[in-house]
Nanobody, 122 residues
Framework: QLVESGGGLVQAGGSLRLTCVASGFPLENFHVGWFRQAPGKEREAISY????????VYKDSVEGRFTISRDNAKNTAYLQLNSLKPDDTGLYFCARTKWGTDWREQRNYDVWGQGTQVTVWG
């Protein structure tokens, strides 16, 4: 399973670090995606990291503000959120995939966490 944590209530311009811990399987064998579901909207892909960490991609609106990383020795992936805006509010999910292409396609991800809430005010 995957378990996210690190969400919270933060003022605009602030930062949070989201953590995604895997258990029951070696995360190093999978690419990891982060997704966000804003209130009243569909869930969207916002970032992806390859199994080795060599490839990292971002949704345009978070490029330069968010940083994805992973520590395979800890079976953990991270998403650092900086310069947060109210539009970043939502439920953030991590998920795993074996697919190295079409990182936005949610059907390619077979295990999902339960999500962690990020709320940005101001």
């Amino acid at each position: 399973q995957l378990v996210e944590s690190g969400g919270g209530l933060v003022q605009a311009g602030g930062s949070l670090r989201l953590t995604c811990v895997a258990s029951g399987f070696p995360l190093e064998n999978f690419h990891v995606g982060w997704f966000r579901q804003a209130p009243g909207k569909e869930r969207e892909a916002i970032s992806y990291i390859s199994f080795s960490g060599g490839r990292r991609v971002y949704k345009d609106s978070v490029e330069g503000r968010f940083t994805i990383s992973r520590d395979n020795a800890k079976n953990t992936a991270y998403l650092q959120l900086n310069s947060l805006k109210p539009d970043d509010t939502g439920l953030y999910f991590c998920a795993r995939t074996k697919w190295g292409t079409d990182w936005r396609e949610q059907r390619n991800y077979d295990v999902w966490g339960q999500g962690t809430q990020v709320t940005v005010w101001g």
